[in-house]
């Protein structure tokens, strides 16, 4: 064969690599585990229902910490990683420290999913899968989970400050902060329906209820007083949604019209702005809420996947394999 053909050859082969790569590199996919974990499904859902009914706010915290995992460099279970010698975590990062919950509920799952799938099933997918399930437990929308996330072998706690939304964010600041993960200011008020379950601690409420006279329902704000002193108690729990926290549906946006929000980035939701309308059509009809929720869940859990040979399938969520 004469070096040229060579050549030729090479370059077919090389250009071969590069669409078997790519390819493999596309969509994520519902069925990415039908044939490597088939029980996949049944397996997340049985952990996460049993979690659920011995403590509901489980749920809440689930879905949250998918959100807070998309947000910091994509959907790649980088917020479940611990602190190594060579980087700091996302788990003490502030929006998180103190306040971010289901880890070792993660550790169950992974451990039941490994059992039956060993090495099959990335943490990530996990998580998105945990993510909704847990709304579905809670009376929620259920959906397809698009599959075949890898797991990232880094994790960076500056990058969960500057992408985590502050409760104190304003609706510009809330806006562009999605914007920058390419979800819409509608996709930013959908999802953050989510706050229709869970809780929230003093600290991230004190200076809404003491200091926001005009935003704010003064009855709620004198109510939510009692278990959140102005100083101390920084860790006493008030539910996002005082109507229905175990519950998910479209109460939320109902507490947004009636100026009883708890976080100041809730109000900001609806104080006049651009995200009003949006408010005003989930709190009258949760169909609605629903599709738009649904819609912004699965485009959230398509930010920055690693996948096809990035990313690796971590044996243990806590740790990058050896
Ligand atoms: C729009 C910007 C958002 C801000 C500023 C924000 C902020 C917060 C804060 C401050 C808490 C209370 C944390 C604590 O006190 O420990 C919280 C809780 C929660 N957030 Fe958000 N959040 C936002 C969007 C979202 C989104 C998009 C989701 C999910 C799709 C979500 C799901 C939750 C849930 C479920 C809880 C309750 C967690 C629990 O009870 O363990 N949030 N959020
Ligand atoms: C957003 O979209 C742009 C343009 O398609 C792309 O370059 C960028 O990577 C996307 N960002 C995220 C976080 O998905
Ligand atoms: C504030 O909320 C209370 C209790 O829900 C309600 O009775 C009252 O009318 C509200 N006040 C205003 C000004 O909307």
Redesign the pocket.
């Known amino acids: 064969m004469g070096s040229s053909s060579t050549c030729f050859f090479a370059a077919i082969s090389l250009i071969c690599l590069l669409m078997c790569a790519s390819s493999i590199n596309a969509q994520l996919t519902p069925t990415f585990y039908a044939k490597s974990c088939p029980k996949l499904l049944n397996i997340v859902r049985a952990t996460m229902a049993k979690s659920v009914a011995k403590e509901p706010?489980i749920g809440?915290?689930i879905?949250?910490l998918f959100?807070h995992d998309c947000f910091v460099n994509g959907c790649d279970a980088s917020v479940l990683l611990e602190d190594t010698p060579t980087f700091k975590g996302e788990k003490n990062a502030y929006?998180n420290q103190n306040?971010l919950?289901g880890f070792k509920l993660m550790d169950i799952i992974k451990r039941n999913v490994e059992a039956i799938c060993k090495a099959t099933v990335s943490c990530s997918d996990i998580l998105a899968l945990a993510a909704r399930d847990s709304v579905v437990l809670l009376g929620g929308p259920s959906w397809t989970v698009p599959l075949g996330r890898k797991d990232t072998r880094t994790a960076s706690e500056s990058a969960a400050n500057a992408n985590l939304?502050?409760?104190t964010?304003n609706l510009a600041t809330?806006i562009s902060l999605f914007a920058s993960k390419n979800l819409t200011a509608r996709d930013?008020t959908a999802?953050?329906g989510?706050?229709t379950?869970?809780?929230?601690?003093c600290t991230?409420f004190r200076s809404r209820i003491y200091n926001e006279a005009n935003s704010i329902n003064a009855t709620f704000a004198t109510s939510k007083m009692a278990n959140c002193p102005s100083v101390g108690g920084d860790n006493n729990l008030a539910p996002?949604d005082m109507s229905t926290s175990n519950h998910f549906d479209n109460g939320y946006f109902k507490t947004l019209m009636a100026k009883q929000g708890l976080?100041h980035?809730d109000q900001e939701l609806f104080n006049g702005g651009s995200q009003d309308a949006w408010v005003r059509l989930y709190a009258k009809s949760n169909y609605a809420f629903a599709q738009d929720f649904v819609a912004a869940?699965v485009k959230?859990g398509n930010i920055s996947p690693l996948t096809g040979f990035n990313g690796e399938i971590r044996k243990h969520c806590r740790f990058v394999n050896q």
């Open positions: 706010r809440a915290s879905l949250r959100f929006p306040s919950r939304p502050p409760a964010a809330l930013m999802l953050s989510a706050h379950i869970g809780m929230a601690r991230t996002l976080l980035s869940m959230m």
